[in-house]
């Protein structure tokens, strides 16, 4: 008996810690392991070209494959305390690079639209805008209930919210995907309900029109709703990038080639 209760508590122990602790050791993490990678865009091999700069002048980088026009455009981090989107799609261009044959239509990836907010681990740009609701969409409200979603003055005040507009003119891609975290969900806006579907064939996130709360002045409501170009946003769950690209490779690809 006294053998089953001490193995008993080392599992619940065991239990614990990978349910607990884990997560919050790599969320612990996350911050430095985005700085590194960021700071090693410029010299991973895959020739970034620098598009814009932030606020702070930290350079947006992008990468092209195949023809870029009309084909997809793929957003890694609009939001800096969500490095988890950032490290996948800079891995996914990284194994496009090595894998080119595995695309049938042309990809633009921007690892990270809101480098200040990364660097010093914000939601929020350097001005403390929440660039998610900046777009000058019809529901773009100067109200917020949080700091963390302050909308900024006025419609598309924010370099960053101008650069996403600026990338959508120039490329005019025939469908978008924007990754954030941690709500675990395919949300999409606009004609998008096929593709969601699409890639929920290969990562078995739910697929939802409704996020469950309002979000005013949102690049889904720009892009998707107003502009009518498939918008997806894929929602990772809690920071763990080896697992999100494990669930998630496959259905990037994917959706670059629906």
């Known amino acids: 008996m006294k053998l089953f209760k001490y193995t008993l508590y080392i599992l619940i122990t065991v239990w614990l810690v990978y349910k607990y602790a884990m997560p919050y ?17 410029p010299s991973d091999g895959l020739s970034w070209s620098t598009f814009a700069h932030s606020t702070l002048g930290n350079s947006i980088y992008l990468k092209e494959f195949g023809d870029a026009q009309n084909g997809t455009l793929i957003f890694g981090a609009f939001h800096g305390d969500e490095p988890g989107g950032f490290m996948l799609v800079t891995k996914l261009a990284r194994y496009i690079q090595k894998n080119p044959d595995e695309i049938t239509q042309g990809v633009v990836i921007v690892p990270v639209l809101n480098p200040d907010g990364l660097l010093s681990g914000t939601r929020t740009n350097s001005n403390g805008v929440d660039v998610n609701r900046n777009f000058p969409t019809e529901n773009w409200s100067p109200a917020y209930n949080s700091e963390r979603n302050f909308p900024g003055e006025k419609p598309a005040s924010e370099i960053e919210t101008v650069i996403a507009m600026q990338l959508i003119d ?17 949300n999409y806006d606009g004609p998008a309900l096929g593709l969601a579907n699409e890639m929920a064939r290969y990562n078995n996130y739910k697929v939802s029109e409704d996020i469950g709360y309002s979000t005013p002045g949102s690049f889904g409501t720009y ?9 997806i946003t894929l929602e990772l769950p809690t920071y763990d990038p080896v697992t999100a690209w494990k669930d998630n490779g496959e259905a990037l690809i994917k959706a670059i080639n629906y």
């Not at 050791?25 to 865009?41: H, P, V």
């Not at 892009?223 to 918008?231: C, Q, R, S, W």
């Open 223 to 231: 892009a998707g709703i107003e502009l009518k170009i498939p918008t």
């Open 170 to 186: 120039k490329y005019k891609p025939a469908k978008i995907i924007s990754v954030h975290s941690a709500l675990h969900v395919i």
């Open 25 to 41: 050791f790599k969320t612990f993490n996350s911050k430095s392991e985005a700085t590194e990678m960021y700071n090693s865009i």
